[in-house]
């Protein structure tokens, strides 16, 4: 079972609960949510950490168990071999997959009236053939790209696979000889989500209230 947790947020959480989920967290990733200059910027950074705590939490690890994430060769976090993670954001969502045994990718995209010719390299003339030919262009390339990127995600080797490598067909992408399970999320109407897996795709969806949830438990 793949549990995936989520929250979102419309307005900036006020400063008192800013500060305090800031401090509950390791120093390094104290900085480098600050880093950012935008609110929003710097909210989605931070949720996206408490989000993972929360997970992690959920799978017996300690409160503060984010001072043992580490980076792969591929810059990949991870924590240890039985339990996989992965974390996306994108407008006013934070969504956060993890499993045992498995391997899992997750990825959000709002969709967006943006020039798709400037995308047409990350895919092959018959899947861009298929896109712009949709009846809904935009949502249809937005659906591509979630599955090739929690593909790519799950793979562990991110954006450094050509996207136009990824084979894709209606639930399931391949990547080299690999096949990655796709399963869509229906998170909200303006935007598209995929989770990839190497396993069961059976997953339980949380939604997690940013303002009362993420406080570290234990």
């Known amino acids: 079972m793949i549990k995936v947790f989520i929250t979102s947020f419309a307005t900036k959480l006020p400063d008192p609960i800013m500060a305090g989920y800031l ?22 950074a931070l949720l996206a950490k408490l989000l993972l705590r929360f997970g992690l939490q959920s799978f017996g ?46 990825d959000i995209e709002a969709i967006q009236n943006i020039n798709l ?22 949502t249809a390339f937005f659906n591509s790209w979630t599955k090739k990127e929690s593909a790519s995600k799950a793979d562990g080797r991110g954006l450094s696979i050509p996207l136009a490598q990824i084979d894709l067909h209606k639930n399931s992408a391949k990547i080299d000889t690999s096949n990655w399970h796709l399963v869509p999320l229906h998170i909200h109407p303006a935007y ?27």
């Open 23 to 44: 401090v509950s967290l390791p120093a390094t990733m104290q900085r480098s949510i600050l880093s950012y200059k935008r609110w929003q910027d710097r909210q989605r």
């Open 117 to 138: 010719t400037d995308f047409d390299s990350a895919f092959s003339a018959e899947q861009w053939d298929a896109i712009t030919h949709a009846p809904a262009p935009h």
């Open 192 to 218: 598209s989500c995929h989770l990839a897996t190497d396993g069961s795709s059976d997953f339980k969806l949380t939604e997690i209230d940013c303002l009362s949830d993420l406080m570290v438990r234990g």
């Open 61 to 106: 690890f300690p409160g503060e168990s984010l001072s043992s994430i580490q980076l792969d060769t591929f810059g990949r976090p991870f924590i240890c071999r039985e339990v996989d993670f992965n974390i996306s954001h994108s407008g006013n969502f934070v969504i956060c997959a993890m499993a045992q045994g498995q391997r899992v990718g997750i």
